[in-house]
């Protein structure tokens, strides 16, 4: 499910086609003089020499914004957790 534009909405492009990076981390994060630094990683599951299976966690993105914008992302998050943990009406809760 996607926001819907809004009456104020700017228009936003993709001119370089930036593709999705799938993340299932957060591995570290900080902040200095209201910029926010997010760094996230993922499980690559590598196969080995022996046969094992390395989970070999790779930082596949780092993020760094503004304080404006963290609070977007908060309030976009909160809606989507709400989202995906209220249940159905008229649905009984174990």
Do not use: W
């Not at 909160?78 to 209220?86: A, D, K, P, S, V």
């Amino acid at each position: 499910m996607t926001d819907k534009p809004t009456a104020t909405s700017i228009n936003v492009t993709d001119p370089h086609h930036v593709q999705p990076v799938f993340v299932n981390d957060l591995v570290g994060s900080g902040q200095i003089n209201g910029v926010v630094n997010l760094t996230f990683a993922t499980a690559m599951f590598t196969p080995t020499q022996d046969g094992k299976i390395d989970p070999d966690i790779v930082i596949t993105a780092r993020l760094r914004m503004d304080f404006y914008c963290v609070q977007q992302v908060h309030a976009a998050l909160g809606r989507l957790i709400e989202q995906n943990t209220t249940p159905p009406a008229g649905t009984k809760v174990n």
